[in-house]
């Protein structure tokens, strides 16, 4: 029992810590920037700048909203995983508002989406990592995909290209251009915290030492193999090939261990 509650609470500090993140991200860079960027806080901005609507009161009001269609449509399941995110990020936003903030302005506006990228890509993935959902936006791709068998991605970047185009009345074509590559920046740091710890290597091994090959991998790699029938297609010889998945860092070792057996062994490396 002490384990599971354990469990909890670090679940919920990650979930904090993440929103935390996010906040920051919009507080410290976006705002004092002037940037633009899609998603629910895009969203809040575009009302932000154009009706002088707080953003944390706008995106309280939304993601609270689209929380209660998600329950309705998605099930009890899916409001577990989101009430935390619904409440605790505009919360968080509202308190570094209050607090006065001014951010910081930079010369050159990359350095700011640079910096915002790498705090929502983390703070995403933190609360991604911990099982639970950021909401917002992701609510209506969600519902699609339940409803009409819509691909999520797809609704995510439709809604995502919908909220930048909102934002172009007030804004310059390079401000357009650093939305776009705010996007790009956090999705591929998400992608990176995401795989963090979990990235592999597929290698195949084709060679006529295969049995010796694969009890060296079970003996100093420890990790698991298969070997596959196959057949050459040039002479027709049949014969086995290795196939394993390692960790990125054993790469060099086992590729170090295949040629000491074989110096003509093919390897096929793929993430």
């Not at 519902?143 to 797809?154: C, D, G, Q, R, T």
């Amino acid at each position: 029992m002490q384990k599971k509650w354990m469990n909890m609470a670090e679940k919920l500090g990650m979930i904090i810590f993440g929103n935390l993140l996010y906040a920051l991200a919009v507080t410290l860079f976006i705002m004092p920037n002037h940037l633009i960027t899609g998603g629910t806080t895009g969203l809040a901005l575009f009302f932000y700048r154009t009706a002088g609507i707080p953003v944390s009161a706008f995106v309280s009001v939304f993601n609270i909203t689209m929380f209660l269609l998600g329950a309705w449509v998605l099930g009890k399941q899916f409001a577990l995983t989101t009430v935390l995110s619904t409440v605790i990020y505009p919360l968080l936003l509202g308190l570094l508002e209050g607090a006065g903030i001014t951010g910081f302005v930079t010369e050159e506006r990359l350095v700011a989406v640079l910096y915002a990228g790498l705090l929502i890509g983390a703070g995403i993935g933190v609360v991604m990592r911990a099982g639970a959902s950021t909401g917002g936006m992701d609510i209506p791709a969600l519902i699609l995909k339940k409803k009409k068998n819509i691909n999520v991605s797809a609704v995510i970047y439709l809604c995502d290209c919908i909220i930048l185009a909102l934002q172009m009345s007030a804004s310059d074509a390079g401000s357009i251009l650093y939305g776009i590559l705010l996007i790009a920046v956090y999705t591929l740091v998400l992608d990176k915290v995401l795989m963090l710890g979990g990235a592999r290597m597929q290698v195949k091994i084709v060679s006529r030492e295969h049995d010796a090959i694969n009890r060296l991998l079970a003996e100093k790699i420890d990790c698991g193999t298969s070997l596959l029938h196959m057949e050459t297609g040039f002479l027709h010889q049949e014969q086995n090939m290795v196939l394993a998945v390692i960790s990125n860092r054993d790469l060099p070792k086992v590729n170090q261990l295949v040629l000491e057996v074989d110096p003509e062994a093919f390897m096929i490396v793929s993430q």
